[in-house]
Nanobody
Framework: QIQLVESGGGSVQAGGSLRLSCVAS????????MAWFRQAPGREREGVAA????????YYSDSVKGRFNSSQDYAKNTVYLLMNSLKPEDTAGYYC?????????????????????WGQGTQVNVSS
């Protein structure tokens, strides 16, 4: 079992930055893929970024590519999502997810069904 705890959400003006953190505990030797999803009210949960922890290969959705950066501190079992140039449409609950399979093993990395473990989420609000 893997437990995930997110932090770092908050309120920021458009153009600003936030850094989210996700700490993994439990069976932390197993997660090969850790990802960030977001969900706005009335919308489906969407994958925004993922990192293949063994190879530090990163993946991004088109909506955040060039603005968001995913990284990890392997020693701290922590992944980060640095969000720059934030837009009001980035407002959502952000969720950390993990799976024992490498990112993209089943052909993709951004589906909710690709992940077995989820955090409780942290809210990001971007005002115009």
């Amino acid at each position: 079992q893997i437990q995930l705890v997110e932090s770092g959400g908050g309120s920021v003006q458009a153009g600003g930055s936030l850094r989210l953190s996700c700490v993994a505990s439990g069976d932390t030797y197993n997660p090969n893929c850790m990802a960030w999803f977001r969900q706005a009210p009335g919308r489906e949960r969407e994958g925004v970024a993922a990192i293949y922890t063994a190879g530090e290969i990163t993946y991004y959705s088109d909506s955040v590519k060039g603005r968001f950066n995913s990284s990890q501190d392997y020693a701290k079992n922590t992944v980060y999502l640095l969000m720059n140039s934030l837009k009001p449409e980035d407002t959502a609950g952000y969720y950390c997810a993990a799976d024992v399979l490498p990112c993209g093993y089943g052909g993709g990395w951004s589906a909710v069904t690709d992940y077995d473990y989820w955090g409780q989420g942290t809210q990001v609000n971007v005002s115009s």
